[in-house]
């Protein structure tokens, strides 16, 4: 069978095999969480407890406070011990956080009504995945709702169940255990979206999830098995891959008819649909080198890192570095009483063997970054305008279609940073457009 | 619970095992079989001259980054090694060594060093340092020896000298060249540069940086191509006087430069499609200095000429960007 894919990309060494047998565990419920209000893209939400407040487990504690903003819930049961600010590393500022002090071992629950999702209305199941204030569990963090309300006529879903950063295994583990749950979330997905055709994309490294997904295919739900590649599961790429289509420079998916749900949203839209429950956790994997034992977890979102590294095991050898998501596009964090967001897939200790030391030289122009480039952009270019300040000349090189994939500096032997050069010069040609 | 706290870097955090210090060392392993066997051809002098070229080159770039350009952290990379290996390569083994050093130097420092270092020169060192030797030493940059089969130990200013086969074929036509054989050619055993003696040996090293993934068929293949095209055109219309194809293609350092100087990522095109347009270009180019200029040779020239069009190619042969709407589409 011919694997589905795109031009471009990198194979970065997989290592998935240091967690991919490993089942999904469930964590104890943390002494304290630590909640950022901003916990997707967008505007944070409004805060609608106090200091001192008892709250439990599931309980609305801020409400979404414009268009692009998600609902945020209590992951334990407890009082609001302080609200305060913290460094965030994913907006890489001081940000607000909500501290809350477990008073309870056992969860009070204050779940929402259980759906029928069947016999309801797609206005209902929208509402509820708002209420639940779901994200895109992938990494980006965007609310769900909103993309699950496209102004445009949509005639496909695509689940990314890709996977296609290294190390990363819990969309792998979730589409083996959690098969059922996922498929009824999909087929939620297509009531709200009204599409009678859902793809699954999932990379050939996984073939016992394409397998288990198999077996529930029909009845409009497809499996495709994708070339295992880097970045096969962008959206861009992703899309271009299944159908063939190519979201125009500057677009959405929409404006190719097509929503793109990663399997992680689409099996919590399934438990906030069916079983009521809000996104308080969620799967991630913590992995890399630096850990003894690693995993794929379940976790009150706003555990403290460290917490979650000593579950699997602590640390092993000489640690580089802590990284939210995986290698390739993942946040490195200052320390680990950093806790974890709704948008983190992974906890990723890198070694220093794993990192190296790295010399930056001069381009060689040995052309490696355009071939790799996923976006068919000229990095080496790219990178010079930005370095050059011309923004101008850089945006109209492409700079914004740049998905900060990471291949081109990942193949770079010359070892430039070119994402670094391309994320400033996004912000400084923003702040210099604002400006004027 | 005890916090740990690292230094932030971005990502990727993870980077491919090769750089520029690997590749450059590949180029010189591929260049080895060559330079051994020139050896063989031209005496030990040859040898000297490659030795000098790749210590001198690393010791000149390490004075001019280390003293003129005041970078205290300066790791070679190993490029000056292969631009001195190179300039020996495209040298007469009857060249003083002072010569040759100052056209290492020159080389280094006005074909590399005054645009600012690896990577953002427009032309290939080597042939910078090749083109200068030409002009301030054309006697002795000219004057070609005849080789000696394994007598490694000739001194070059022993040996008798004799003209190349493109200078023998410019005098006086096919018929000058008719007493050599294609299987000299091919195997080394005729006048010329020290690197350009077998077509053999320089492919192999070639096939090597292929298989290493270091370079890739394009600009060789354009190069000898269009040669190989124009060549049969014009000895199909005289044979009498413009040599049989393959002669073109094994003679004059040709395969050198298509394989070894035209490659130079730095100074050639970075897609697929421009490094076919740049092979071809080289290639038609060095046909017309063959045919119609005052070199009997004419592949530094073409390549240095081509050097200066690559970013012009560069744009043309621009990717299209991923969803770029297409024009009138
Ligand atoms: S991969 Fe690095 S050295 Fe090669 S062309 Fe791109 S930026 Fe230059
Ligand atoms: S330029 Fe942007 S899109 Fe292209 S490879 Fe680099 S990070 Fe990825």
Redo the contacts with the bound molecule.
Sequence with gaps: MKLLTFKGGVHPPEKKELSKDSPLETFRIPEKVYLYLVQSAGSPPKLLVEKGEEVKTAQKIAEASSLISANLHSPVTGVVEDITKMFHPVLGAPSDLLVIKRTSEKDEWELLEPIDFESSDPKILIERVKEAGIVGLGGAAFPTHVKLSPPKEIDTLIINGAECEPYLTVDHRLMLEKTEELIVGIKIIMKILNVKKAVIGVENNKKDAIDALKKFSGEGIEVVALKTKYPQGAEKQLIKAILNREVPSGGLPMDVKVVVQNVGTAVAIKEAVVDGKPLIERGLTVTGEGVKTPKNVVARIGTPIEELIDFAGGYNGEVDRVVLGGPMMGIAVPNTSIPTMKGTSGILVLTKEVTGSIYT??????????E?CPMNLR??VL?KLVQAKKYDEAVSEGLFDCIECGS?AY??????D?VRHLKLGKKVYRALRRGK | MMVRTFKTTTAPHVRHPDD?SKIMRDVLIALIPVTIFSGFIFGWYAWVLAIVGVFGGELTEYIIMRFFRKDKNFIPDGSASVTGLLLALNVSVKLPLWAFLVGLIFALVVGKHIYGGL?ANPFNPALVGRVFLLISFPVQMTTWVKPYWTKFWMSPWDMVTTATPLAMLKEGGSSAINSLKISDFFIGNIGGSIGEVSALLLIIGFVYLMAKKRVTWHIPVSYVGTVLIISTIFWLINPEKFGTPIFHILSGGLMLGALFMATD?VTSP?TPKGMLLFGAGCGAITMIIRYFGGYPEGVSFSILIMNAFVPLIDSFTKPRKFGEVKQNG
Excluded: E, L, Q, W
């Design positions: 030289r001069n381009c060689i122009r040995c052309g490696r970054c355009v790799a990095p080496n990178y081109c193949i770079c032997p010359s070892k430039i070119h | 520029t990577g990522m970075v």
